[in-house]
C-alpha cells in the first residue's frame, strides 16, 4: 500500500522553478524516497531518490525534512516536457523489492 | 545501452482467452517487477522475480502468474481474460535484491480485452 500522500494536480510556468511537496508521515528509518514520474502512457522515469540528506541530480534535487516524514522534489528550470505525473514512493532500501505507487501528482507546465 | 524491451506492444484478445507479454530486462538486471496499469488509476504491483524465482505478488488471483527464464527475461500470463483486465502492463528491471537499486521500466505492453 502507498504511503506517501501528494497533491492531485499543480500547474508551473514555464522556466520557473516546479516544487513538488509529498507527506511521508509514517516513513521508518531504514526506508529510501523515491521519485518517478510517467510522461502520458510511458513507462515510468526514475528521478532521483534518497534517505535523508538532500540529494541532487541533473534532472532535479530532492529536499527531505529533518524529521524525514515530507520532502519536496524541485525540477529548477521547468520546460513544457516536464509535464507528467510525479510519483513520491517509499521503500526499505536494501531487498530489491516491488514498488507501491500512490496516485501522484499531475504537473502541468504552463508556456 | 539497450533499455527495457516488451513485446508486443499491443495485444488484443477476447474474454476467456489467455495473453502472454514478455519483458526484456537490462543487461546486468537479475530482477523482473511487473505492474498493471488500468485506465485511470496508479500503477499496481503484480509480480516479482529475481534470480529465476518468484519472490513477492501483489493482490491479483492466481490466473496472473509468470516465470523468470535463465537469461533473465520474463513472462506474465494471464489466463481466463476478463473485460477489466484491459490495462496497460509494465514491466520494470534492476539489479537483484539486496542491492539499494531504481527500477527501469518499459514502455508497456496495451492490453484490450474485448
Known amino acids: 500500500d502507498a504511503k506517501t500522500t501528494q497533491p492531485t494536480s499543480m500547474d508551473c510556468a514555464e522556466g520557473r522553478a516546479a516544487n513538488l511537496p509529498c507527506n511521508h508521515s509514517?516513513?521508518?528509518?531504514?526506508?529510501?524516497v523515491y521519485w518517478y514520474r510517467q510522461i502520458h502512457s510511458q513507462g515510468p522515469q526514475y528521478i532521483i531518490h534518497g534517505l535523508k540528506n538532500n540529494e541532487t541530480n541533473e534532472m532535479a534535487s530532492l529536499i527531505i525534512t529533518e524529521d524525514r516524514k515530507s520532502s519536496t522534489l524541485i525540477l529548477p528550470h521547468a520546460t513544457l516536457r516536464d509535464t507528467a505525473v510525479y510519483y513520491c514512493?517509499?521503500?526499505?532500501?536494501?531487498?530489491?523489492?516491488?514498488?507501491?505507487f500512490g496516485t501522484g501528482t499531475s504537473l502541468t507546465v504552463i508556456p | 545501452e539497450a533499455g527495457v524491451t516488451q513485446s508486443p506492444t499491443h495485444l488484443i484478445k477476447t474474454r476467456g482467452q489467455q495473453a502472454t507479454l514478455r519483458c526484456s530486462p537490462i543487461?546486468?538486471?537479475?530482477?523482473v517487477y511487473w505492474y498493471q496499469q488500468a485506465l485511470g488509476l496508479g500503477l499496481q504491483f503484480l509480480l516479482w522475480?529475481?534470480?529465476?524465482?518468484?519472490?513477492n505478488r501483489g493482490n491479483f488471483p492466481p490466473r496472473f502468474s509468470g516465470r523468470q527464464f535463465p537469461n533473465y527475461s520474463s513472462e506474465l500470463n494471464v489466463n481466463a481474460l476478463e473485460l477489466e483486465d484491459s490495462a496497460l502492463y509494465l514491466c520494470a528491471s534492476s539489479l537483484g535484491q539486496g542491492r539499494l537499486n531504481e527500477q527501469f521500466f518499459g514502455p508497456g505492453t496495451r492490453l484490450t480485452v474485448l
Open positions: 522475480y529475481d534470480e529465476g524465482e518468484e519472490r
Open positions: 509514517t516513513i521508518s528509518g531504514n526506508e529510501y
Open positions: 514512493i517509499v521503500r526499505e532500501g536494501y531487498t530489491g523489492n516491488q514498488f507501491y
Open positions: 543487461s546486468g538486471h537479475t530482477s
